[in-house]
């Protein structure tokens, strides 16, 4: 009898355990374990947010754009050619003249340019320079290469002027001379000759009058000849209004 | 003598050991539950908390404005500048300016505080130089800040 009595109370010594045991399963599995998946998936939201910053920040770095600005003919109007020479689609969504700004929202594919306008530019008197910008989607503002555009009563538009810069990287140093070739009128213009041997960079300009086609021949001296450098000569075309008024050519030196 | 004792330990054993089961169960089951309601609350707090805090953040690092365009009156006493907030979010911006004249000396500091912009919008934002008047080739040094702690700079020269 006493040893039944034992067994039994053995048995029901356990059921309170048992119930403690499951209520706090229960608590893992109500409380505890959504509570770290929620917590889990808001860091799994807030690491993809910031990989997408991330990628919008590096597309932004690699956005890159040349604008020019030019008048239309006969009136106080400017176009502005935005030409996107970047890696990423480009949407420009306004451009500023002086103070005015436009509204334009447009995509510009990589490689591939638009042009704007025409932009009534107001409260124009003679000798009013026109600075013109664009901003795009990605936040980047983009200045006109060719600097501002200076408005006249007498005679319309003056752009800026055109040339070509030639930097030399002049490493073990040497002589230079720089001649430029005006193709379109068949003539030559001497831009710079070394009058010692140089052991630093040779940085050279040449205004040019109109836009047309041109190259520089870049020149070393060896003895008493000079001889074109790798790459010499160099084309440098000027199609401005539709291409950059001002070229940089760097050239490696001797 | 000793049987009478046994007798009164043998009445005081009044409850069985089922009842003592079901009392010690339900003991149990209140303390459990109640543990497990607090429990329940608790962590449900602690997420939302967690989730509302990560949201913040989330909202702290998507935030990108810069100032796009800045103007002067002719008469130097006010100057505009546009913020463009090209983030996914609205954000409210303090600006200040510290005029400085060509000369060096800092001679005006101003700021405009509390403009919200919205997200993908562009505001016009004046400050005015009541004490100072702007000059031309003077410099003024702008800094946007926001509420979430992020700033954009801007270098102005007055023309």
Sequence with gaps: MRIIDTLSRKRRRGVSTILGTIIFIGIMFTSIIPMMLVMKQADTIYEQKVHEMEVQDEEGVEEDVNVYVYPYQNGTELGVKVENIGNVPVTVVRAWLNDESFEINEVISAASDDLFGPYNVSSLDNGTSVDVKIVTERGNVFYCISGGLTWYEGGGWSTTSLGICVIIHNTAGGWYQIILHNITGDSTHPVYESHSKEWEDVVASAPVDEPGEYEMIVQEKKGSNWKDLPGSPVPANINYPNGPPFIMIWIQGK | ?159
């Design chain 2, 1 to 159: 003598m000793a049987d009478r004792r046994i007798g009164r330990f043998r009445k005081r054993r009044a409850l069985s050991p089922v009842i003592a089961t079901i009392i010690l169960s339900a003991v149990v089951i209140a303390i459990g539950g109640a543990i497990w309601s607090y429990a329940s609350g608790a962590s449900t707090v602690i997420a939302n908390d967690y989730v509302n805090g990560t949201l913040d953040l989330m909202n702290e690092i998507v935030e990108r404005f810069v100032v796009e365009h800045a103007t002067n009156t002719s008469d130097g006493s006010n100057m505009s500048i546009w913020v463009y907030n090209y983030g996914d979010v609205d954000i409210i911006v303090d600006v200040y300016a510290n005029a400085t004249s060509f000369n060096g000396s800092t001679y005006s500091v101003r700021s405009n505080l509390t403009n919200p912009v919205p997200a993908g919008g562009l505001i016009e934002i004046e400050i005015h130089f009541s004490t100072g008047a702007l000059e031309p080739g003077d410099t003024v040094a702008v800094k946007v800040h926001s509420r979430r702690q992020n700033n954009a700079y801007y270098r102005y020269i007055v023309s």
